[in-house]
């Protein structure tokens, strides 16, 4: 049991006239005190202590989403039509640069092959054969203009040849191997670099152009908070500033900071401002397209503040319980306005707290005895 004493302090000012009436102004102020045993403070593991130093944030509240930067997104493209053969992958998978995606056939990746084999022949007989008609105009043996016809069809075939050979290194089949004769009746599609699949366009069986993508993929070390800002806030972010936030799902708060503005303000008065992360992301729920609610850092101040168990919200304002005697059979415990003011994380400022201050505060049981 609790025992709550209600002192009622009373204040009269009387001024006395020896040729007038005596009056008086009678002013009330209630104050609570609370008196806590040693053995309920035992019993309910209550704490009396000091306030501690606690840094309180001034934030600008903004969401966004999480986004990849332009040159982590990558659209797997082929550069010729195909049917899809056989597909590797499916989204979420993750893939190392060079990865098989899609295997793809069609008669075109035949003909290429036999085009670049068919270069390759006629390029090399006609290096040969400018070769020996150099030496045999060297001699005589043939005129100038024979020469120079076989020097300007080399250098034809010279062309073609070096254009179908970056075509077929482009396209990803092998030259080395159309060389040896071997021609491949499939194309295979490869991942240009490594990260994880975002989506699969593609199924078996579809005709794809190069104007489709078989897929798009995601290189995580290239994911960033893309936040909406509106106009009238947008002088209030800066280069450098810190942000906390989270994402559905999970409470626990995570860093990042702001790394670049957006420089337009758009029909809506909105702007974009990106921020990448300063937390590793791994197993903690953030992926792209995370929704994300954040709060920008604008300015951080420490004061001594109590813990989220010594104050409560009686509907007028957070009150605390503050030591005013300590007795042998417990404590004298008054009750105390806060500042209102409370940390994101329900810490509470202590009002005019002096750093040499011996005032102890019941730091945990206070809505036990408050709440009645």
Request: charged letters at 20%.
């Amino acid at each position: 049991m609790k025992t709550i004493k209600i002192f009622v302090g009373l204040l009269m000012i009387l001024g006395l006239n020896s040729c007038s009436e005596n009056s008086s102004e009678i002013s009330d102020e209630v104050t609570n005190y609370v008196f806590v045993s040693n053995e309920q403070i035992q019993a309910n593991a209550m704490v009396i202590g000091f306030p501690e130093t606690h840094e309180f944030v001034s934030s600008l509240s903004l969401t966004g989403y999480v986004r990849a930067a332009p040159s982590a997104e990558h659209d797997i493209n082929t550069f010729v039509s195909g049917f899809v053969k056989e597909i590797k992958v499916n989204p979420g998978d993750y893939v190392k640069k060079g990865a098989v995606i899609a295997i793809l056939e069609h008669p075109d990746i035949i003909e290429l092959q036999q085009k670049y084999a068919i270069a390759l022949s006629r390029f090399s007989y006609l290096e040969n054969e400018l070769e020996r008609m150099t030496s045999l105009q060297k001699n005589e043996v043939i005129a100038k203009k024979e020469l120079n016809k076989v020097r300007a069809d080399f250098e034809a075939a010279r062309a073609e040849f070096n254009s179908l050979h970056v075509l077929v290194n482009l396209v990803g089949l092998s030259p080395s191997a159309i060389s040896r004769g071997e021609i491949q009746a499939h194309l295979p599609i490869r991942a240009i670099e490594s990260g994880w699949i975002a989506q699969v366009n593609v199924r078996s069986g579809e005709l794809v152009t190069a104007e489709n993508p078989v897929a798009t993929l995601i290189d995580e070390s290239g994911l960033q908070i893309e936040l909406a800002v509106f106009e009238k806030d947008y002088g209030q972010i800066n280069i450098g500033q810190q942000i906390f936030f989270t994402v559905p799902g999970s409470d626990e708060e995570m860093k990042a900071t702001i790394v670049r503005k957006g420089m337009e303000i758009d029909d809506e008065r909105g702007a974009t401002v990106y921020a990448e992360f300063s937390d590793t992301l791994k197993n903690r729920g953030v992926t792209y397209g995370s929704f994300v609610s954040a709060n920008v850092v604008q300015h951080l101040q420490s004061s001594f503040a109590l813990p989220p168990t010594a104050a409560v919200d009686k509907g007028e304002g957070y009150r605390a319980l503050r030591v005013v005697q300590k007795t042998a059979d417990g404590y004298e415990l008054e009750e105390v306005y806060m500042s209102g003011i409370k940390s994101n994380d329900g810490w509470y400022i202590v009002p005019n707290y002096s750093p040499n201050s011996s005032q102890e505060y019941l730091l945990k049981g206070v809505f036990d005895l408050l709440s009645e």
